[in-house]
Nanobody
Framework: VQLVESGGGLVQPGGSLRLSCVVSGFTFSSLYMYWYRQAPGQQRESVAGIATGGTTTYGDSVKGRFTISRDNAKNTVYLQMNSLKPEDTAVYYC?????????WGKGTLVTVSS
């Protein structure tokens, strides 16, 4: 099983980034996918989730700014991040749970700074 995130980088406040996570080793279309993030010295927190049918959920701090989506043909989940703030700086991870086992990628670093 592999989850590989990409798309992080340095962006100015107010800017945008799109993160991608490619999943292999599972039937992607059957997975409820999540994006989490962890800032330095902070606990990992849930950012967004997307169900197999496309229903989405968001953390309060990102509602209206971030959009999660999926492309089952590409085994990929995306996180479009707009109006980025310095407090969005974190390592972003994609995640799913299957049969009680948590699967994580290695993460991609997003830094929001002028």
């Amino acid at each position: 099983v592999q989850l590989v995130e990409s798309g992080g980088g340095l962006v100015q406040p107010g800017g945008s980034l799109r993160l991608s996570c490619v999943v292999s080793g599972f039937t992607f279309s059957s997975l409820y996918m999540y994006w989490y993030r962890q800032a330095p010295g902070q606990q990992r927190e849930s950012v967004a989730g997307i169900a197999t049918g496309g229903t989405t959920t968001y953390g309060d701090s990102v509602k209206g700014r971030f959009t999660i989506s999926r492309d089952n043909a590409k085994n990929t989940v995306y996180l479009q991040m707009n109006s980025l703030k310095p407090e969005d700086t974190a390592v972003y991870y994609c995640h799913f749970n299957r049969a009680g086992i948590n699967y994580w990628g290695k993460g991609t670093l997003v830094t929001v700074s002028s």
